[in-house]
């Protein structure tokens, strides 16, 4: 009796749940996701035409991050799985495409290990505050540094597609870069600073 009363029950929570988390922004952040992928199949291997197309989905997935956090707060349609994977899907994008640009030499080690690093420290910490019932709330300096990123990242995806551009790609790619590398430390320096006044100075 109880477990017929219960299945029913089960059925309808598990409905609830996905008819509150099937947003748009989060749609939006599903696609991210699906497309870092085909992003990677793509820039596998880089032939000047499979790095224009790869370059162009990893342009159609950075916008998607902007779009998600627009449409959420646009229509109020904030969830828990929304906070959950939009970072995530920040990163992974992010990352592929460095480690992959590591690969094939367009990016040195050290600075991909350093960006690596970085993001990994900021989602534990930030992990770890959620836990105590904080929330870090995203920098704007950290924004402009994932804008940044981005930016470097396709440049360089492209410096052996677009070879009759003027500009030198590898460089303002390669300099943007640092620059984004620049702004990630100092934001995660703000993300430990926070992190200590509003958790660690609880304990000590």
Do not use: C, H, M, W
């Given at each position: 009796m109880h477990a017929t009363d219960s299945a029913p029950s089960l059925l309808a929570t598990t409905r609830a749940n996905l008819a509150t988390?099937?947003?748009?922004?989060?749609?939006?952040?599903?696609?991210?996701?699906?497309?870092?992928?085909?992003f990677v199949v793509l820039f596998a291997n880089p032939t000047p035409d499979?790095?224009?197309?790869?370059?162009?989905?990893?342009?159609?997935?950075?916008?998607?991050?902007?779009?998600?956090?627009?449409?959420?707060?646009?229509?109020?349609?904030?969830?828990?799985?929304?906070?959950?994977?939009?970072?995530?899907?920040?990163?992974?994008?992010?990352?592929?495409?460095?480690?992959?640009?590591?690969?094939?030499?367009?990016?040195?080690?050290?600075?991909?290990?350093?960006?690596?690093?970085?993001?990994?420290a900021v989602t534990g910490v930030r992990a770890i505050a959620a836990t105590e019932g904080v929330v870090l709330a995203a920098e704007t300096i950290g924004k402009w540094k994932m804008v940044m990123q981005v930016v470097a990242i396709v440049m360089l995806i492209l410096e052996d597609s677009l070879t009759t551009v003027a500009w030198p790609l590898h460089f303002l790619g390669t300099a943007i870069l640092y620059l984004a590398l620049a702004l990630g430390l100092y934001s995660g320096g703000q993300y430990l600073a926070s992190f200590w006044r509003q958790v660690v100075s609880k304990y000590i």
């Open positions: 988390n099937a947003t748009l922004a989060n749609l939006l952040t599903f696609a991210r996701i699906l497309l870092i992928p085909v499979r790095s224009l197309a790869a370059a162009l989905v990893f342009i159609v997935a950075a916008v998607t991050d902007l779009l998600d956090g627009y449409v959420a707060r646009r229509t109020g349609q904030i969830t828990t799985l929304g906070k959950l994977l939009d970072p995530i899907a920040d990163k992974l994008l992010v990352l592929s495409g460095l480690i992959l640009l590591v690969q094939f030499e367009r990016v040195a080690a050290l600075v991909a290990i350093v960006i690596i690093a970085r993001e990994l």
